[in-house]
């Protein structure tokens, strides 16, 4: 049973998130893709594993309390176990995407959570290298590389009309 987070929570999620030390944590959006890579991908990654990304370091995050961090963990689990209910149905997964201060989602924060998900498996290399399935991608990589600092892995300027279509 899906029990997604509520905007509330979600912004809980995010503000303990903002506030860990060395600001290196990732924002909900981050998470979010990160998690939907971890989970529709070919192998298991474990806590232990992942949440260092996800805080920014094994010494980034510092509970306050028992009671903060069984609140923090369980809005983590909630989300991760929402995205796996969600494909396991075989249904869309619709992204969390903060917007700018335009109001526009950017879902650059998404693709960055996204492929950082897929450099923890192995076997995402395999579909991203493959002619016939890695298509699929593009769209990902686009979005990961759009400000990327090396002007060679920039793709052409998404441009505002594109963007919606990119991030569908």
């Known amino acids: ?21 060395g600001g290196d944590a990732m924002n909900v959006e981050d998470l979010d893709g990160f998690f939907a890579a971890l989970v529709g991908g070919p192998e298991v990654v474990m806590p232990s ?65 996204f492929m950082r998900g897929v450099k923890m498996c192995d076997g995402w290399a395999e579909l991203i290298a493959d002619e016939e399935r890695g298509g699929c991608m593009v769209p990902v990589l686009m979005l990961y590389h759009e400000n990327d600092p090396d002007p060679e892995m920039r793709p052409a300027q998404i441009r505002a009309e594109q963007r919606e279509t990119v991030i569908e």
Not at 1 to 21: H, S, V, Y
Not at 54 to 78: K, P, Q, W, Y
């Open 49 to 113: 594993e992942y949440l260092p990304e996800v805080f920014g370091g094994t010494d980034a995050h510092e509970f306050g309390s028992l009671e903060e961090a069984n609140e923090i963990l369980a809005l983590l689990m909630r989300h991760w176990n929402d995205i796996a209910g969600t494909l396991t149905r075989g249904e869309v997964y619709l992204p969390i995407l903060l917007q700018d201060e335009n109001g526009i989602p950017q879902g650059n924060d998404w693709a960055r959570g």
């Open 1 to 21: 049973q899906n029990n997604p987070l509520t905007d509330a929570e979600l912004d809980r999620l995010g503000e303990f998130l903002a506030a860990c030390a």
